[in-house]
Protein backbone atom coordinates (compact mmCIF):
# COMPACT_ATOMS: atom_id res chain seq x y z
CA UNK A 1 0.00 0.00 0.00
CA UNK A 2 1.54 3.10 -1.28
CA UNK A 3 1.87 6.03 1.44
CA UNK A 4 -0.27 9.08 0.99
CA UNK A 5 2.15 11.45 0.08
CA UNK A 6 3.41 9.28 -2.54
CA UNK A 7 0.03 8.15 -3.78
CA UNK A 8 -0.61 11.98 -4.10
CA UNK A 9 2.54 12.70 -5.88
CA UNK A 10 2.14 10.05 -8.13
CA UNK A 11 -1.74 11.27 -9.09
CA UNK A 12 -0.34 14.72 -9.69
CA UNK A 13 2.86 13.43 -12.30
CA UNK A 14 -0.05 11.67 -14.18
CA UNK A 15 -1.77 14.69 -14.33
CA UNK A 16 0.96 16.58 -15.44
CA UNK A 17 1.90 14.22 -18.29
CA UNK A 18 -1.49 13.85 -19.43
CA UNK A 19 -1.79 17.64 -19.57
CA UNK A 20 1.53 17.48 -21.45
CA UNK A 21 0.53 15.45 -24.21
CA UNK A 22 -3.01 17.17 -24.42
CA UNK A 23 -0.46 20.49 -24.81
CA UNK A 24 1.53 18.83 -27.51
CA UNK A 25 -1.44 17.55 -29.14
CA UNK A 26 -3.39 20.78 -29.57
CA UNK A 27 0.44 22.39 -30.51
CA UNK A 28 0.68 19.77 -33.00
CA UNK A 29 -2.95 20.75 -34.52
CA UNK A 30 -2.42 24.29 -34.35
CA UNK A 31 0.78 23.51 -36.24
CA UNK A 32 -1.75 21.51 -38.93
CA UNK A 33 -4.14 23.76 -38.88
CA UNK A 34 -1.75 27.01 -39.70
CA UNK A 35 -0.28 24.77 -42.80
CA UNK A 36 -3.68 24.19 -43.75
CA UNK A 37 -4.75 27.94 -44.12
CA UNK A 38 -1.74 28.25 -45.96
CA UNK A 39 -2.62 25.54 -48.64
CA UNK A 40 -5.89 27.15 -48.77
CA UNK A 41 -5.01 30.01 -49.51
CA UNK A 42 -2.96 28.85 -52.59
CA UNK A 43 -5.72 26.98 -54.09
CA UNK A 44 -7.52 28.26 -57.01
CA UNK A 45 -11.29 26.01 -58.18
CA UNK A 46 -13.76 24.14 -55.84
CA UNK A 47 -12.55 20.90 -56.88
CA UNK A 48 -8.99 20.79 -55.54
CA UNK A 49 -10.17 22.41 -52.35
CA UNK A 50 -12.45 20.36 -51.40
CA UNK A 51 -9.92 17.57 -52.14
CA UNK A 52 -7.49 18.99 -49.64
CA UNK A 53 -10.11 19.89 -47.00
CA UNK A 54 -11.26 15.96 -46.97
CA UNK A 55 -7.20 15.16 -46.87
CA UNK A 56 -7.14 17.33 -43.73
CA UNK A 57 -10.11 16.27 -42.10
CA UNK A 58 -9.10 13.51 -42.37
CA UNK A 59 -5.19 13.34 -40.95
CA UNK A 60 -6.86 15.15 -37.73
CA UNK A 61 -9.09 13.19 -37.21
CA UNK A 62 -6.83 10.29 -37.69
CA UNK A 63 -9.95 8.26 -39.65
CA UNK A 64 -9.68 5.97 -42.11
CA UNK A 65 -11.03 6.98 -45.19
CA UNK A 66 -13.98 9.77 -46.27
CA UNK A 67 -15.96 11.59 -48.72
CA UNK A 68 -16.39 15.47 -49.44
CA UNK A 69 -19.35 16.32 -51.05
CA UNK A 70 -20.31 19.78 -52.07
CA UNK A 71 -23.89 20.77 -52.10
CA UNK A 72 -25.92 22.35 -55.48
CA UNK A 73 -27.21 25.75 -54.89
CA UNK A 74 -29.87 25.56 -57.16
CA UNK A 75 -31.15 22.20 -56.19
CA UNK A 76 -29.54 21.93 -52.48
CA UNK A 77 -28.79 18.48 -53.14
CA UNK A 78 -25.44 16.81 -52.18
CA UNK A 79 -22.44 15.16 -54.74
CA UNK A 80 -19.74 13.76 -54.14
CA UNK A 81 -16.45 15.39 -55.55
CA UNK A 82 -13.84 13.65 -53.50
CA UNK A 83 -13.19 10.58 -51.50
CA UNK A 84 -10.35 8.12 -49.77
CA UNK A 85 -10.65 4.75 -49.29
CA UNK A 86 -13.87 4.18 -50.17
CA UNK A 87 -15.40 1.37 -53.01
CA UNK A 88 -17.60 2.63 -56.34
CA UNK A 89 -20.20 0.42 -54.86
CA UNK A 90 -20.62 2.49 -51.02
CA UNK A 91 -20.54 5.38 -53.02
CA UNK A 92 -22.71 4.16 -55.83
CA UNK A 93 -25.31 2.73 -53.07
CA UNK A 94 -24.98 5.79 -50.44
CA UNK A 95 -26.03 8.29 -53.88
CA UNK A 96 -28.59 5.73 -54.86
CA UNK A 97 -30.41 5.70 -51.20
CA UNK A 98 -31.96 8.88 -50.19
CA UNK A 99 -32.40 7.89 -46.06
CA UNK A 100 -32.79 10.65 -43.43
CA UNK A 101 -31.05 7.81 -40.94
CA UNK A 102 -27.41 8.50 -42.52
CA UNK A 103 -24.95 11.00 -40.61
CA UNK A 104 -24.21 12.91 -43.95
CA UNK A 105 -28.28 13.09 -44.81
CA UNK A 106 -28.67 13.95 -40.79
CA UNK A 107 -26.45 16.62 -40.88
CA UNK A 108 -27.82 18.00 -44.50
CA UNK A 109 -31.36 18.69 -43.00
CA UNK A 110 -30.15 19.62 -39.77
CA UNK A 111 -26.91 21.86 -40.79
CA UNK A 112 -25.17 20.44 -37.51
CA UNK A 113 -22.30 18.16 -37.44
CA UNK A 114 -23.27 14.59 -36.57
CA UNK A 115 -21.34 12.21 -34.62
CA UNK A 116 -22.22 8.34 -34.75
CA UNK A 117 -19.81 6.71 -32.35
CA UNK A 118 -20.84 3.13 -33.34
CA UNK A 119 -22.65 2.69 -36.41
CA UNK A 120 -23.74 -1.07 -35.53
CA UNK A 121 -25.33 0.04 -32.65
CA UNK A 122 -27.09 3.23 -34.19
CA UNK A 123 -30.99 2.81 -35.15
CA UNK A 124 -30.53 4.92 -38.16
CA UNK A 125 -27.98 2.54 -39.99
CA UNK A 126 -29.74 -0.20 -39.54
CA UNK A 127 -31.52 -0.58 -42.50
CA UNK A 128 -27.88 0.00 -44.29
CA UNK A 129 -25.85 -2.82 -42.24
CA UNK A 130 -24.98 -4.96 -44.76
CA UNK A 131 -23.06 -2.00 -46.96
CA UNK A 132 -21.27 -0.77 -44.12
CA UNK A 133 -20.25 -4.23 -43.16
CA UNK A 134 -18.91 -4.98 -46.36
CA UNK A 135 -17.33 -0.91 -46.33
CA UNK A 136 -15.78 -2.13 -43.21
CA UNK A 137 -16.40 0.72 -40.96
CA UNK A 138 -17.98 1.33 -37.86
CA UNK A 139 -17.89 5.11 -36.48
CA UNK A 140 -18.65 7.85 -38.75
CA UNK A 141 -18.88 11.67 -38.69
CA UNK A 142 -20.53 14.83 -41.17
CA UNK A 143 -19.96 18.23 -40.65
CA UNK A 144 -21.34 20.80 -42.63
CA UNK A 145 -19.86 23.96 -44.65
CA UNK A 146 -22.56 27.05 -43.47
CA UNK A 147 -21.69 30.13 -45.33
CA UNK A 148 -21.88 33.42 -43.23
CA UNK A 149 -25.20 34.02 -44.80
CA UNK A 150 -26.56 30.56 -43.44
CA UNK A 151 -26.51 28.80 -46.77
CA UNK A 152 -25.13 25.14 -46.69
CA UNK A 153 -21.98 24.85 -49.14
CA UNK A 154 -20.96 21.22 -48.49
CA UNK A 155 -20.37 18.20 -45.93
CA UNK A 156 -17.02 16.80 -44.96
CA UNK A 157 -17.51 12.84 -43.75
CA UNK A 158 -14.94 11.01 -42.52
CA UNK A 159 -15.06 6.82 -41.06
CA UNK A 160 -13.34 5.19 -39.20
CA UNK A 161 -12.78 1.10 -39.00
CA UNK A 162 -13.71 1.03 -35.16
CA UNK A 163 -15.50 2.72 -33.21
CA UNK A 164 -14.60 6.14 -32.13
CA UNK A 165 -14.76 9.21 -29.52
CA UNK A 166 -13.51 12.67 -30.59
CA UNK A 167 -11.91 14.92 -27.96
CA UNK A 168 -13.37 18.95 -27.90
CA UNK A 169 -9.74 19.65 -28.84
CA UNK A 170 -10.32 18.10 -31.85
CA UNK A 171 -13.83 19.19 -32.54
CA UNK A 172 -12.48 22.53 -31.82
CA UNK A 173 -10.47 22.30 -34.33
CA UNK A 174 -12.51 20.52 -36.98
CA UNK A 175 -15.18 23.71 -36.46
CA UNK A 176 -11.78 26.45 -37.55
CA UNK A 177 -11.11 23.60 -40.29
CA UNK A 178 -14.66 24.02 -41.48
CA UNK A 179 -14.28 27.49 -41.10
CA UNK A 180 -11.36 28.24 -43.16
CA UNK A 181 -12.95 26.18 -45.90
CA UNK A 182 -15.45 28.03 -45.86
CA UNK A 183 -13.71 31.55 -46.34
CA UNK A 184 -12.09 30.14 -49.54
CA UNK A 185 -15.18 28.79 -50.91
CA UNK A 186 -16.75 31.74 -50.71
CA UNK A 187 -13.56 33.59 -51.77
CA UNK A 188 -13.76 31.33 -54.75
CA UNK A 189 -17.20 32.04 -55.46
CA UNK A 190 -16.53 36.02 -55.29
CA UNK A 191 -14.04 35.49 -57.98
CA UNK A 192 -15.94 33.04 -60.08
CA UNK A 193 -18.70 35.56 -60.26
CA UNK A 194 -16.32 38.77 -60.32
CA UNK A 195 -14.45 37.01 -63.57
CA UNK A 196 -17.32 36.41 -64.90
CA UNK A 197 -18.84 39.42 -64.51
CA UNK A 198 -15.18 40.80 -65.88
CA UNK A 199 -15.80 38.49 -68.75
CA UNK A 200 -19.35 39.56 -69.77
CA UNK A 201 -17.96 43.17 -69.43
CA UNK A 202 -15.30 42.85 -71.77
CA UNK A 203 -17.72 40.59 -74.18
CA UNK A 204 -19.72 43.59 -74.68
CA UNK A 205 -16.80 46.34 -74.57
CA UNK A 206 -15.13 44.61 -77.39
CA UNK A 207 -18.73 43.65 -79.17
CA UNK A 208 -18.31 46.21 -81.86
CA UNK A 209 -21.94 47.49 -82.14
CA UNK A 210 -20.69 50.99 -80.36
CA UNK A 211 -17.07 52.59 -79.47
CA UNK A 212 -16.64 52.39 -75.60
CA UNK A 213 -14.04 54.14 -73.68
CA UNK A 214 -13.16 54.27 -69.92
CA UNK A 215 -11.78 56.97 -68.72
CA UNK A 216 -10.35 59.09 -65.37
CA UNK A 217 -10.89 62.84 -65.23
CA UNK A 218 -6.63 63.41 -64.48
CA UNK A 219 -5.43 60.77 -67.14
CA UNK A 220 -7.93 60.10 -70.02
CA UNK A 221 -8.49 57.06 -71.76
CA UNK A 222 -7.51 53.89 -69.81
CA UNK A 223 -9.37 51.59 -71.89
CA UNK A 224 -10.75 51.39 -75.26
CA UNK A 225 -12.41 48.83 -77.87
CA UNK A 226 -12.30 48.06 -81.22
CA UNK A 227 -14.78 49.81 -82.48
CA UNK A 228 -13.91 53.14 -80.82
CA UNK A 229 -10.58 52.68 -82.64
CA UNK A 230 -12.55 52.26 -86.29
CA UNK A 231 -14.32 55.03 -84.90
CA UNK A 232 -11.89 57.10 -85.07
CA UNK A 233 -8.79 55.84 -86.87
CA UNK A 234 -6.51 55.71 -83.83
CA UNK A 235 -4.79 52.42 -82.55
CA UNK A 236 -5.28 51.78 -78.83
CA UNK A 237 -2.46 52.83 -78.08
CA UNK A 238 -2.69 55.98 -79.56
CA UNK A 239 -5.67 56.61 -78.05
CA UNK A 240 -4.63 55.44 -74.50
CA UNK A 241 -2.28 58.68 -74.99
CA UNK A 242 -4.73 61.10 -76.05
CA UNK A 243 -7.10 63.09 -74.09
CA UNK A 244 -10.58 64.17 -75.22
CA UNK A 245 -9.81 67.54 -76.05
CA UNK A 246 -7.21 66.80 -78.51
CA UNK A 247 -9.87 65.07 -80.68
CA UNK A 248 -13.04 66.91 -80.26
CA UNK A 249 -13.91 70.03 -83.19
CA UNK A 250 -12.86 72.95 -81.69
CA UNK A 251 -16.65 74.44 -82.06
CA UNK A 252 -18.04 71.52 -79.93
CA UNK A 253 -15.30 72.21 -77.51
CA UNK A 254 -17.44 74.20 -75.11
CA UNK A 255 -19.90 73.01 -75.05
CA UNK A 256 -18.74 69.51 -74.43
CA UNK A 257 -16.30 70.51 -71.39
CA UNK A 258 -19.66 72.48 -70.41
CA UNK A 259 -21.27 69.10 -69.71
CA UNK A 260 -18.14 67.42 -67.97
CA UNK A 261 -17.37 70.38 -65.35
CA UNK A 262 -20.82 69.72 -64.12
CA UNK A 263 -20.47 66.53 -64.03
CA UNK A 264 -17.48 66.84 -61.66
CA UNK A 265 -19.32 69.54 -59.89
CA UNK A 266 -21.94 66.58 -58.78
CA UNK A 267 -24.86 69.05 -60.24
CA UNK A 268 -25.43 65.41 -62.66
CA UNK A 269 -24.47 61.77 -63.01
CA UNK A 270 -24.20 62.15 -67.11
CA UNK A 271 -25.31 63.59 -70.35
CA UNK A 272 -25.54 62.91 -73.69
CA UNK A 273 -24.79 65.05 -76.79
CA UNK A 274 -24.04 65.51 -80.38
CA UNK A 275 -20.57 66.08 -81.48
CA UNK A 276 -17.94 66.02 -83.66
CA UNK A 277 -14.68 64.23 -83.48
CA UNK A 278 -11.49 64.53 -85.19
CA UNK A 279 -10.43 61.49 -87.56
CA UNK A 280 -6.87 60.94 -87.43
CA UNK A 281 -7.00 62.07 -91.33
CA UNK A 282 -8.08 65.36 -89.86
CA UNK A 283 -11.97 64.80 -91.40
CA UNK A 284 -14.73 65.40 -88.75
CA UNK A 285 -16.69 62.38 -87.14
CA UNK A 286 -20.30 63.12 -86.34
CA UNK A 287 -21.02 60.76 -83.18
CA UNK A 288 -23.65 61.06 -80.54
CA UNK A 289 -22.07 60.58 -77.36
CA UNK A 290 -23.64 59.36 -73.97
CA UNK A 291 -21.36 59.74 -71.19
CA UNK A 292 -21.96 58.23 -67.21
CA UNK A 293 -20.01 59.42 -64.42
CA UNK A 294 -18.88 56.57 -61.55
CA UNK A 295 -17.82 57.48 -58.19
CA UNK A 296 -16.56 55.99 -55.10
CA UNK A 297 -18.53 55.52 -52.05
CA UNK A 298 -17.57 59.26 -50.58
CA UNK A 299 -19.29 60.46 -54.19
CA UNK A 300 -16.04 61.96 -55.41
CA UNK A 301 -15.63 60.77 -59.21
CA UNK A 302 -14.09 57.36 -60.29
CA UNK A 303 -14.16 56.84 -64.24
CA UNK A 304 -16.75 57.67 -66.96
CA UNK A 305 -17.70 55.15 -69.13
CA UNK A 306 -18.91 57.12 -73.00
CA UNK A 307 -20.35 55.32 -75.27
CA UNK A 308 -19.81 56.91 -78.88
CA UNK A 309 -21.91 56.06 -82.31
CA UNK A 310 -21.01 57.08 -85.68
CA UNK A 311 -23.67 58.79 -87.13
CA UNK A 312 -22.03 60.35 -90.00
CA UNK A 313 -23.74 58.05 -92.43
CA UNK A 314 -26.98 58.99 -91.15
CA UNK A 315 -26.26 62.41 -91.05
CA UNK A 316 -25.62 62.11 -94.65
CA UNK A 317 -28.52 60.39 -95.15
CA UNK A 318 -30.61 62.93 -93.19
CA UNK A 319 -28.94 65.75 -95.33
CA UNK A 320 -29.94 63.44 -99.05
CA UNK A 321 -33.71 63.44 -97.88
CA UNK A 322 -34.17 67.33 -96.88
CA UNK A 323 -32.07 68.00 -100.29
CA UNK A 324 -34.59 65.40 -101.72
CA UNK A 325 -37.71 67.03 -99.90
CA UNK A 326 -36.30 70.33 -100.61
CA UNK A 327 -35.76 70.39 -104.38
CA UNK A 328 -39.70 70.08 -105.24
CA UNK A 329 -40.74 72.46 -102.48
CA UNK A 330 -38.10 74.67 -104.59
CA UNK A 331 -40.00 74.11 -107.50
CA UNK A 332 -43.14 75.00 -105.98
CA UNK A 333 -42.14 78.01 -104.71
CA UNK A 334 -40.80 78.96 -108.43
CA UNK A 335 -43.90 77.59 -109.73
CA UNK A 336 -46.14 80.47 -107.55
CA UNK A 337 -44.12 83.03 -108.12
CA UNK A 338 -45.02 82.15 -111.50
CA UNK A 339 -49.04 82.86 -110.60
CA UNK A 340 -48.23 85.28 -108.83
CA UNK A 341 -46.29 87.40 -111.74
CA UNK A 342 -48.85 90.72 -111.50
CA UNK A 343 -48.68 90.91 -107.59
CA UNK A 344 -44.56 90.70 -108.31
CA UNK A 345 -44.95 93.19 -111.23
CA UNK A 346 -47.64 95.40 -108.99
CA UNK A 347 -45.01 95.27 -105.98
CA UNK A 348 -42.29 96.60 -108.00
CA UNK A 349 -44.38 99.19 -109.84
CA UNK A 350 -45.56 100.85 -106.73
CA UNK A 351 -41.91 101.89 -105.62
CA UNK A 352 -40.62 102.63 -109.03
CA UNK A 353 -43.46 104.80 -109.75
CA UNK A 354 -43.05 106.89 -106.31
CA UNK A 355 -39.52 107.01 -106.99
CA UNK A 356 -39.77 108.50 -110.29
CA UNK A 357 -42.74 110.87 -109.53
CA UNK A 358 -40.48 112.57 -106.50
CA UNK A 359 -38.06 112.31 -108.68
CA UNK A 360 -39.11 114.92 -111.13
CA UNK A 361 -40.61 116.76 -107.65
CA UNK A 362 -36.96 117.20 -106.44
CA UNK A 363 -35.76 118.83 -110.10
CA UNK A 364 -38.83 121.10 -110.40
CA UNK A 365 -37.70 122.13 -106.32
CA UNK A 366 -34.31 122.68 -107.13
CA UNK A 367 -34.86 124.26 -110.34
CA UNK A 368 -37.20 127.22 -108.47
CA UNK A 369 -34.79 130.36 -108.19
CA UNK A 370 -34.32 130.24 -105.42
CA UNK A 371 -34.10 126.78 -104.89
CA UNK A 372 -36.45 125.25 -102.76
CA UNK A 373 -34.16 123.43 -100.84
CA UNK A 374 -36.15 122.49 -97.99
CA UNK A 375 -38.89 120.10 -100.35
CA UNK A 376 -36.04 119.11 -102.46
CA UNK A 377 -34.88 117.64 -99.48
CA UNK A 378 -38.29 115.78 -99.07
CA UNK A 379 -38.85 114.29 -101.94
CA UNK A 380 -35.62 112.90 -102.06
CA UNK A 381 -35.99 111.11 -99.00
CA UNK A 382 -38.90 109.48 -100.16
CA UNK A 383 -36.89 108.43 -102.93
CA UNK A 384 -34.09 106.69 -100.71
CA UNK A 385 -37.22 105.10 -99.01
CA UNK A 386 -39.15 103.97 -102.24
CA UNK A 387 -35.65 102.56 -103.07
CA UNK A 388 -35.57 100.66 -99.74
CA UNK A 389 -38.91 99.28 -99.97
CA UNK A 390 -38.29 98.18 -103.83
CA UNK A 391 -34.75 96.40 -102.34
CA UNK A 392 -36.96 94.05 -99.65
CA UNK A 393 -39.44 93.29 -102.33
CA UNK A 394 -36.53 92.08 -104.62
CA UNK A 395 -34.86 90.52 -101.49
CA UNK A 396 -37.92 88.71 -100.59
CA UNK A 397 -39.02 87.15 -103.69
CA UNK A 398 -35.32 85.86 -104.01
CA UNK A 399 -35.10 84.45 -100.59
CA UNK A 400 -38.40 82.74 -101.75
CA UNK A 401 -37.60 81.40 -105.20
CA UNK A 402 -33.97 80.71 -104.40
CA UNK A 403 -32.55 77.15 -103.28
CA UNK A 404 -30.96 76.50 -100.08
CA UNK A 405 -30.26 74.63 -97.15
CA UNK A 406 -33.37 74.67 -94.29
CA UNK A 407 -32.47 76.97 -91.94
CA UNK A 408 -34.32 77.39 -88.61
CA UNK A 409 -34.83 80.35 -86.61
CA UNK A 410 -37.25 82.67 -84.20
CA UNK A 411 -40.39 83.27 -86.66
CA UNK A 412 -43.29 85.72 -85.37
CA UNK A 413 -46.22 84.07 -87.44
CA UNK A 414 -48.55 87.13 -87.60
CA UNK A 415 -45.21 89.25 -89.45
CA UNK A 416 -45.49 86.02 -91.82
CA UNK A 417 -48.98 86.61 -92.56
CA UNK A 418 -48.41 89.79 -93.61
CA UNK A 419 -45.62 89.34 -95.48
CA UNK A 420 -47.73 86.93 -97.75
CA UNK A 421 -50.82 89.39 -97.91
CA UNK A 422 -47.77 91.89 -99.47
CA UNK A 423 -47.42 89.39 -102.14
CA UNK A 424 -50.79 88.74 -102.85
CA UNK A 425 -52.60 91.73 -102.36
CA UNK A 426 -52.46 92.79 -106.49
CA UNK A 427 -54.17 88.85 -107.49
CA UNK A 428 -56.77 89.49 -104.55
CA UNK A 429 -57.62 92.85 -105.78
CA UNK A 430 -58.00 91.99 -109.59
CA UNK A 431 -60.18 89.35 -108.16
CA UNK A 432 -62.26 91.40 -105.90
CA UNK A 433 -61.21 89.20 -102.96
CA UNK A 434 -60.74 91.30 -99.36
CA UNK A 435 -57.99 89.69 -97.23
CA UNK A 436 -58.79 90.24 -94.10
CA UNK A 437 -55.64 89.14 -91.14
CA UNK A 438 -57.21 89.48 -87.85
CA UNK A 439 -55.49 91.55 -84.71
CA UNK A 440 -52.17 90.41 -84.17
CA UNK A 441 -52.19 88.82 -80.20
CA UNK A 442 -49.55 90.42 -78.13
CA UNK A 443 -48.54 88.00 -75.75
CA UNK A 444 -47.71 85.03 -79.06
CA UNK A 445 -44.34 84.11 -78.53
CA UNK A 446 -41.76 83.24 -81.38
CA UNK A 447 -42.08 79.78 -83.31
CA UNK A 448 -38.98 78.50 -84.01
CA UNK A 449 -38.49 77.07 -87.99
CA UNK A 450 -37.52 77.82 -91.54
CA UNK A 451 -39.25 81.50 -92.46
CA UNK A 452 -38.58 80.41 -96.43
CA UNK A 453 -40.67 77.10 -95.89
CA UNK A 454 -43.07 78.43 -93.58
CA UNK A 455 -43.92 81.43 -95.82
CA UNK A 456 -44.67 78.58 -98.81
CA UNK A 457 -47.03 76.84 -96.63
CA UNK A 458 -49.26 79.99 -96.07
CA UNK A 459 -48.84 81.61 -99.33
CA UNK A 460 -50.36 77.86 -101.05
CA UNK A 461 -53.17 77.59 -98.38
CA UNK A 462 -53.96 81.94 -99.46
CA UNK A 463 -53.53 80.82 -103.09
CA UNK A 464 -56.00 78.30 -102.98
CA UNK A 465 -58.46 79.97 -100.94
CA UNK A 466 -58.34 82.86 -103.63
CA UNK A 467 -58.90 80.44 -106.30
CA UNK A 468 -61.75 78.37 -104.30
CA UNK A 469 -63.58 81.18 -104.05
CA UNK A 470 -63.90 82.23 -108.10
CA UNK A 471 -67.19 81.47 -108.28
CA UNK A 472 -68.41 82.84 -104.98
CA UNK A 473 -70.75 86.04 -105.12
CA UNK A 474 -68.18 89.01 -104.33
CA UNK A 475 -69.97 90.46 -101.65
CA UNK A 476 -69.01 87.31 -99.58
CA UNK A 477 -65.05 86.78 -101.38
CA UNK A 478 -63.45 86.96 -98.17
CA UNK A 479 -60.09 85.53 -96.91
CA UNK A 480 -59.35 85.08 -93.17
CA UNK A 481 -55.89 84.29 -91.28
CA UNK A 482 -55.39 84.41 -88.00
CA UNK A 483 -52.85 83.33 -85.79
CA UNK A 484 -53.73 82.20 -81.92
CA UNK A 485 -52.45 79.76 -79.23
CA UNK A 486 -53.57 75.84 -79.27
CA UNK A 487 -52.53 74.35 -75.70
CA UNK A 488 -49.78 75.67 -73.96
CA UNK A 489 -46.79 74.64 -76.52
CA UNK A 490 -48.40 74.97 -79.68
CA UNK A 491 -49.72 77.85 -81.88
CA UNK A 492 -52.39 77.38 -84.76
CA UNK A 493 -52.68 79.18 -88.51
CA UNK A 494 -56.00 79.43 -89.92
CA UNK A 495 -56.69 80.37 -93.65
CA UNK A 496 -60.31 80.65 -93.87
CA UNK A 497 -62.06 81.05 -97.53
CA UNK A 498 -65.55 81.48 -98.34
CA UNK A 499 -65.81 78.91 -101.36
CA UNK A 500 -67.20 76.06 -102.70
CA UNK A 501 -65.71 73.83 -99.65
CA UNK A 502 -64.47 69.89 -100.55
CA UNK A 503 -65.90 67.80 -100.93
CA UNK A 504 -65.62 64.92 -98.24
CA UNK A 505 -64.35 62.44 -100.22
CA UNK A 506 -61.57 64.75 -101.58
CA UNK A 507 -60.92 66.12 -98.01
CA UNK A 508 -60.03 62.48 -97.59
CA UNK A 509 -57.17 62.54 -100.89
CA UNK A 510 -56.13 66.36 -100.56
CA UNK A 511 -53.21 66.03 -99.28
CA UNK A 512 -51.82 62.93 -101.42
CA UNK A 513 -49.10 63.90 -103.82
CA UNK A 514 -50.48 64.11 -107.18
CA UNK A 515 -53.49 64.53 -106.04
CA UNK A 516 -55.52 68.19 -107.19
CA UNK A 517 -59.10 69.26 -107.35
CA UNK A 518 -58.16 72.14 -110.13
CA UNK A 519 -57.86 70.81 -113.86
CA UNK A 520 -54.98 72.26 -114.32
CA UNK A 521 -53.30 71.64 -110.95
CA UNK A 522 -49.99 69.46 -110.19
CA UNK A 523 -51.35 68.00 -107.08
CA UNK A 524 -48.16 69.07 -105.50
CA UNK A 525 -48.74 72.25 -103.21
CA UNK A 526 -50.46 70.52 -100.04
CA UNK A 527 -48.34 67.49 -100.14
CA UNK A 528 -45.75 69.44 -100.04
CA UNK A 529 -46.88 72.11 -97.56
CA UNK A 530 -47.81 68.73 -94.76
CA UNK A 531 -44.29 67.55 -95.09
CA UNK A 532 -42.96 71.01 -94.57
CA UNK A 533 -45.69 71.15 -91.53
CA UNK A 534 -44.41 67.58 -90.21
CA UNK A 535 -40.72 68.09 -90.68
CA UNK A 536 -41.20 71.33 -88.07
CA UNK A 537 -43.31 68.63 -85.98
CA UNK A 538 -46.76 70.20 -86.28
CA UNK A 539 -50.00 69.42 -87.71
CA UNK A 540 -51.64 70.86 -91.26
CA UNK A 541 -55.46 69.62 -91.60
CA UNK A 542 -58.48 71.13 -93.25
CA UNK A 543 -62.39 71.13 -91.91
CA UNK A 544 -65.36 72.61 -93.49
CA UNK A 545 -66.82 76.33 -92.26
CA UNK A 546 -70.41 76.05 -91.18
CA UNK A 547 -71.20 79.18 -93.52
CA UNK A 548 -69.63 77.51 -96.40
CA UNK A 549 -66.06 77.47 -97.80
CA UNK A 550 -63.04 75.47 -96.01
CA UNK A 551 -60.58 76.38 -93.10
CA UNK A 552 -56.87 74.90 -93.51
CA UNK A 553 -55.24 75.04 -90.10
CA UNK A 554 -52.24 74.23 -89.39
CA UNK A 555 -49.83 73.80 -85.72
CA UNK A 556 -46.48 74.58 -84.60
CA UNK A 557 -44.16 74.28 -81.45
CA UNK A 558 -43.42 77.19 -80.01
Known amino acids: MLRPGLAARLDREAREREQAVQDANEAADLRRLHEFSRRLLSIRGLQPLFEEVLDAMIGLHGADFGVAHRVERER ?35 GERVIVEDVIADPGYAPHRAIVEVSGFRAVQSTPLISHTGELLGIIT ?100 AQFEQVLAGEQDGYLLDKRFIHKDGRPIYCTMAVKCLRTSNGLVDCFVALVQDISERREAGDALRRARDEPAHVARVAAMGELAAS ?105 GDRVQLQQVVLNLVLNGIEAMATTPAPLRR ?50 SRSIVEAHEGRLWCSANEEGGETFSFTLPV
Open 76 to 110: GDPVAVAQRGLSEEFLGYFARTHDDGMSCSRALRS
Open 479 to 528: LRMEVRQDGLQMQRVLVRDAGVGLHPDERDHVFDAFYSSKPSGMGMGLAI
Open 158 to 257: THFRQPHTFSQGVLRCTDLYARYAVDIIERNWAEDKLRAGEERFRRYFDLGLIGMALTKPDTGCIEVNDELCRILGYSRDELLRIRWPDITHPEDLAADR
Open 344 to 448: IAHAMNQPLAAIETNGHAAVRWLAMRPPNLGEAVVAIERIVADAHRAGEAIARIRAFVQRGETRRSQVQLHGLLREVADMVESEARARGIELDIEPEHPVLAPVI
